[in-house]
């Protein structure tokens, strides 16, 4: 396989990094790729594997084989207050409840099939868990670094599947490189190569589905985007979302995002390449800070506190090509304070019934501040990633509902009704 550099197109045969400084990715060659035949669906053949001509290794038995697959949903009755037509690609469906399974999957498998006696991922969430899971399954030992930190409940989920946990003291940012020159553990960090193969699939199924569905379906007023006429000239084989809006913190999805989109386009499967925007917590928000102030390289921020914690990475190590990735598309980045985060949190889960966690529930929230900027319109199709579960968050306290006597359920009930 080899490994090459987005920005100045050197290749090389192993590493993380270019020397450059920007990180690498793989190299593949798109130009023969076609939508897979539509009922492969078995083990290896679903998810993230449906696009095994696209990937660097094979599947590995296990729960790797039920990461993506996740489905695209029509919000309608979320539609006004995004100010467009809102779709979501519901990552808590995955085995772990994020999109990072479809990296974890790729990045085990490729270990596995390298004869690696042990991986590893630095993270104090949703990627430890992944890794740890797709682990276990692969009969791999496990190490994760965690800041010194972390909140007790967080290694209370990770422990469910018995990684080998360390507690670093220091500077995490640094951590991310230090633990790839650790020799021993096959580190399967953020933005690494096989994970970004394997996240390259959330836009691919994307594409994919929207292709299949998209133009059909319901607009908020039960009419479908079909009447439209300036739009239905448009439709064909290449049909896709006007823009995807997705929450970043290290990049790595964000850059495979991009890099999916690329190899669509390559492919000839894209006629339009969808704007990509990305959405970061006001209080933490190095790349949007980039982008406002038209900087060509993403720098270090303050590390703010912020709900959002899955997304608070003061120092991510592709912001530069998640950048890129927005200027390239037309798309842009933008960062949303902490009531809004909760505001669209608690419009998901009540007018669409999508439990997400804060850092998910910043795709909405940017796509509002989008369409108020004018950035997004009315008639876009926009998808937002919704990149995970909220079932692992504390449940909201001081919920107190009446309690009443069976005996007078009818009149209370008929009270609570007119009332
Ligand atoms: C990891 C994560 C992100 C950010 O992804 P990056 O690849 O680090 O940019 C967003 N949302 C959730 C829920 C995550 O776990
Ligand atoms: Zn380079």
Redesign the pocket.
């Known amino acids: 396989m080899t490994l090459t550099?987005?920005?100045?197109?050197?290749t090389a045969g192993s590493g993380a990094r270019?020397?450059?400084?920007?990180p690498?990715w793989l190299a593949t060659d798109p130009a023969d790729f076609s939508w897979p035949d539509g009922d492969a669906d078995g083990p290896g053949t679903r998810g993230v594997w449906r696009y095994a001509d696209l990937l660097p290794v094979d599947p590995l038995d296990g729960v790797g084989t039920a990461a993506g697959a996740t489905p695209l949903v029509r919000v309608p009755r979320l539609d006004e207050s995004a100010g467009c037509r809102l779709w979501l690609k519901d990552e808590s469906e995955n085995p772990t409840g994020s999109f990072k399974d479809r990296g974890s999957a790729v990045g085990v498998a490729a270990a596995a099939s390298a004869g690696d006696d042990r991986v590893g991922t630095v993270s104090h969430g949703n990627m430890a868990t992944s890794m740890a899971a797709n682990a276990a399954s692969a009969g791999l030992p496990c190490l994760v670094l965690v800041p010194e930190d972390i909140p007790p409940e967080r290694l209370g989920y990770l422990a469910a599947y018995d990684p080998d946990v360390v507690r670093v003291a220091g500077d995490y940012g640094r951590l991310y490189y230090e633990s790839l020159d650790l020799s021993g553990v096959r580190f399967v960090n953020s933005d690494t190569p096989y994970r970004v193969a394997g996240q390259k699939t959330t836009a691919l199924e994307i594409c994919e589905q929207f292709r299949r569905t998209g133009p059909d379906a319901p607009d908020a007023d039960g009419g479908s985007s079909r009447s439209s006429p300036a739009r239905s000239e448009a439709l064909g084989e290449g049909t896709a979302p006007d823009a995807v809006v997705l929450p970043v913190s290290s990049g790595g999805h964000a850059s495979a995002t991009w890099k999916a989109l690329r190899e669509l386009e390559a492919a000839g499967l894209l006629e339009d390449v969808p704007r990509l925007y990305l959405v970061q917590a006001a209080a933490c928000d190095p790349i949007a800070e980039a982008y406002r102030d038209g900087a060509d390289e993403v720098g270090t921020a303050e590390a703010g506190e912020t709900v959002a914690y899955s997304i608070a990475n003061p120092d991510p190590p592709s912001g530069t090509r998640a950048l890129t990735a927005v200027r390239e598309t037309g798309g842009a980045v933008v960062s949303v304070p902490d009531e809004e985060i909760l505001d669209a949190k608690r419009a998901l889960a009540r007018r669409a019934g999508f439990c997400v966690e804060p850092a998910s529930a910043t795709a909405l929230a940017g796509v509002r501040r989008l369409s108020t900027d004018g950035a997004v319109a009315r008639d876009d199709h926009v998808v937002a990633i919704a990149t995970g579960t909220g079932f692992r968050e504390p449940p909201d306290a001081g919920v107190d509902p009446p309690s009443v006597a069976l005996d007078d359920l009818d009149e209370s009930v008929s009270a609570l009704l007119s009332g």
């Open positions: 550099c987005y920005r100045c197109g050197r270019c020397d450059c400084g920007e690498l």
